[in-house]
């Protein structure tokens, strides 16, 4: 089992920039496939961006496709989410999410397919 802690969130104006860290307990961490998801108020929580094991294997949201990236340093059990040009539509609580993969080049998008969340730290960009 992993726990993860993620770090990063605030208040930042449209334009600016802001890098969500994710941090994972365990010593399997390279192990497992690796997702964004966020929450806006009154809304669904949606799919942002996911990492495989493999570096090289990424998906993202259209609506963060050129502006965010998703990244992992495996020796620091740390996922990231480095985002620019953020708009007021990028608020919400971003949680990060993993799932054990037998493959290094697997990716998930759909939420119900990771079995590990963190608490969610909070984004908000005003106009």
């Known amino acids: 089992q992993v726990q993860l802690v993620e770090s990063g969130g605030g208040l930042v104006q449209a334009g600016g920039s802001l890098r969500l860290s994710c941090a994972a307990s365990?010593?399997?961490?390279?192990?497992?496939?690796m997702g964004w998801f966020r929450q806006a108020p009154g809304q669904e929580r949606e799919f942002v961006a996911a990492?495989?094991?493999?570096?090289?294997?990424?998906s993202y949201a259209d609506s963060v496709k050129g502006r965010f990236t998703i990244s992992r340093d495996n020796a620091k059990n740390t996922v990231y989410l480095q985002m620019i040009s953020l708009k007021p539509e990028d608020t919400g609580v971003y949680y990060c999410?993993?799932?054990?993969?037998?493959?290094?080049?697997?990716?998930?998008?759909?939420?119900?397919?990771?079995?590990?969340w963190g608490q969610g730290t909070q984004v908000t960009v005003s106009s």
């Open positions: 990492i495989a094991r493999s570096m090289g294997s990424r």
């Open positions: 365990g010593r399997t961490f390279s192990s497992y496939a």
């Open positions: 999410a993993g799932r054990s993969s037998r493959t290094l080049y697997e990716l998930r998008i759909s939420e119900t397919e990771y079995a590990y």
